[in-house]
């Protein structure tokens, strides 16, 4: 039987939405890696199955496009929160995700905001490959940009502040430093410029997509990153390659994060 999905994106970080609540699904490395292939397949950054859970309104599992499974994905959790709400006629959401049950709401009408919960901070929840104090990482492969701050939201992620975007090399070096032994599960990789401290330009080299018009993950990473470096308040503008999340780290801890929402188009899996 064919399976339809939804082709979604948040600021242009796009995504293949599989609703497996009434009928199971579990697509395997090789089937992900083809479906999310841009010359073979319909093509994404993340291949996302919402199914059924006894904890939440719904369940959400999101893959890479090498077929690997990610932990957590901010623009795919607004992306689904969104759908199930018009489902629903609700206005609120609750989804249970790998790292944690995430509650989402509506902000307009394509615009939805979503609490990504406590960042972690310790370097054995990056994970790194041993002791180092997470606010300044040194790391080989890009030793001339001084040290990242790395932490968790679900999934690994690396943050330098840079004095400009335009001389970096996102590609060129977040390839490089995804690969590196320092990071065992691989990281994703953001480039940060400081506009302000309510204004952050961001490029984020995603593990095992690369460059993506957008990270939701990457951006909450970059906001707490640039509060514990002294160089960001506590909320602001996280403006990407396709466009702007807010971002706030509140005093419970929680990291919010709001933006907009897009419908591509409906179809059936092949
Ligand atoms: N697009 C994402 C992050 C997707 C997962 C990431 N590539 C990883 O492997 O951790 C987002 O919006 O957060």
């Given at each position: 039987m064919e399976r339809p999905f939804l082709k979604m994106n948040g600021l242009g970080n796009d995504f293949i939405v599989v609703d497996a609540r009434r009928r199971a699904f579990a697509p395997d490395p090789e089937t992900i890696r083809r479906l999310a292939s841009r010359s073979e397949g319909i093509g994404c950054d993340q291949f996302v199955v919402i199914g059924a859970s006894e904890t939440a309104d719904a369940s959400i599992r999101f893959w890479n496009p090498d077929g690997g499974e990610a932990?957590?994905?901010?623009?795919?959790?607004?992306?689904?929160?969104?759908?199930?709400?018009?489902?629903?006629?609700?206005?609120?959401?609750?989804?249970?995700?790998?790292?944690?049950?995430?509650?989402?709401w509506r902000q307009g009408p394509m615009r939805v905001a979503v609490d990504m919960g406590r960042p972690r901070l310790s370097w054995r929840a990056v994970p790194l490959s041993g002791p180092h104090d997470t606010l300044a990482v040194p790391v080989p492969e890009a030793a001339p940009l001084g040290p990242a701050t790395c932490l968790s939201m679900g999934n690994p992620h690396a943050v330098f502040f840079v004095p400009s975007l335009s001389d970096i090399d996102v590609a060129g070096l977040g390839a490089r430093i995804e690969a590196s032994p320092l990071f065992p599960e691989r990281v994703n990789v953001g480039f940060a410029e400081v506009r302000s401290r309510t204004h952050l330009r961001l490029r984020v080299w995603e593990r095992a997509a690369g460059l993506t018009r957008a990270c939701g993950s990457g951006a909450c990473a970059a906001l707490v990153a640039g509060v514990r470096r002294g160089l960001a308040g506590p909320a602001g503008r996280l403006?990407?390659?396709?466009?702007?999340?807010?971002?706030?780290?509140?005093?419970?801890?929680?990291?919010?994060?709001?933006?907009?929402?897009?419908?591509?188009f409906e179809g059936r899996l092949p």
């Open positions: 932990g957590a994905c901010g623009n795919a959790s607004r992306c689904v929160a969104w759908r199930l709400m018009e489902d629903a006629g609700t206005d609120e959401v609750r989804l249970e995700t790998a790292g944690g049950v995430l509650a989402a403006e990407l390659d396709g466009g702007d999340l807010e971002i706030a780290w509140g005093i419970d801890g929680r990291v919010l994060m709001t933006g907009d929402v897009e419908i591509e």
